[in-house]
């Protein structure tokens, strides 16, 4: 097994490096000002640090169906990508790895499965209700409707 090295690092850096990263936040040119002294290699560090951040996308916008299965994808990637980067010397960590991938992917799975089947459901519902404003009147589809919610809720 590799040694570890933990190297001295302050509250005082810390602080600093989040008072940065809080600075980048609010001013994504604070590294570009003139007065700032930093190296290259540290401006990159921080640059990639807010990247990071960034990329973070709000899945949940627009379709609910599609943003739940982009989740589920992305989780089975990520899940992949973790179990890559695991050592040759890491043998328990890859056997529990392995024990919880089985898992998760037989759960992630199923939500897809059910995901694909809400999807299949909404594209019937909009075809039918657009069937309906082609074909029936206003009163027709109200009565239609008051129909099916008897169906719904008295099972007749």
Do not use: H, W
């Amino acid at each position: 097994m590799n040694p570890k090295y933990f190297p001295n690092i302050s509250e005082d850096q810390i602080l600093l490096i989040g008072r940065v990263m809080r600075s980048l936040a609010e001013n994504p040119e604070y590294l570009d000002d003139p007065k700032c002294t930093y190296s290259s290699v540290i401006k990159d560090f921080f640059q990639k640090q807010v990247a990071r951040s960034a990329q973070v996308e709000d899945l949940f916008e627009g379709d609910v169906v599609v943003a739940v299965e982009k989740q589920i994808q992305k989780l089975i990637n990520d899940l992949e990508a973790y179990g890559q980067g695991l050592g040759v010397d890491d043998a328990s960590e890859k056997l529990q790895y392995f024990k919880t991938k089985n898992s998760l992917l037989e759960k992630l799975l199923n939500n897809m499965e059910r995901a694909a089947n809400l999807k299949q459901i909404n594209e019937f519902r909009q075809i039918i209700i657009q069937f309906m404003d082609e074909v029936l009147t206003k009163d027709q589809i109200t009565d239609f409707m008051k129909r099916i919610d008897g169906v719904l809720t008295n099972g007749r």
